[in-house]
């Protein structure tokens, strides 16, 4: 079992920036892939950016690129996700997700992460 943990979430007005942390459990933090997941209300849940295990790859959804940064620290069993020119779009539950299996590439389909975390919520105000 993986403990993930968010953090980082909050207020900010359009234009600022917020850092989300995700902690995840385990010994063998180095080996997963990591991802990043939003949902705003009354909308699906959609795939933000994800990391593969050594951090050499990522992929980031089109709404995000060029402003957020997805990076993994393995010595703090840590990934992050760096937001800037955050809009009020942006606004929604962010959830940190682990893949523990297959784990060399980054992924964006949500089915293929084994544990997920309750979530932050980022609010960005016009």
């Known amino acids: 079992q993986v403990q993930v943990v968010e953090s980082g979430g909050g207020l900010v007005q359009a234009g600022g920036s917020l850092r989300l942390s995700c902690a995840a459990s385990?010994?063998?933090?180095?080996?997963?892939?990591m991802g990043w997941f939003r949902q705003a209300p009354g909308k699906e849940r959609e795939f933000v950016a994800a990391?593969?295990?050594?951090?050499?790859?990522?992929d980031y959804a089109d709404s995000v690129k060029g402003r957020f940064t997805i990076s993994k620290d393995n010595a703090k069993n840590t990934v992050y996700l760096q937001m800037n020119s955050l809009r009020p779009a942006d606004t929604a539950v962010y959830y940190c997700a682990t893949k523990i299996r297959s784990t060399w590439y980054a992924t964006k389909e949500a089915g293929q992460y084994d544990y997920w975390g309750q979530g932050t919520q980022v609010t960005v105000s016009s």
């Open positions: 385990g010994r063998t933090f180095s080996y997963y892939a």
């Open positions: 990391i593969g295990r050594s951090g050499g790859t990522t």
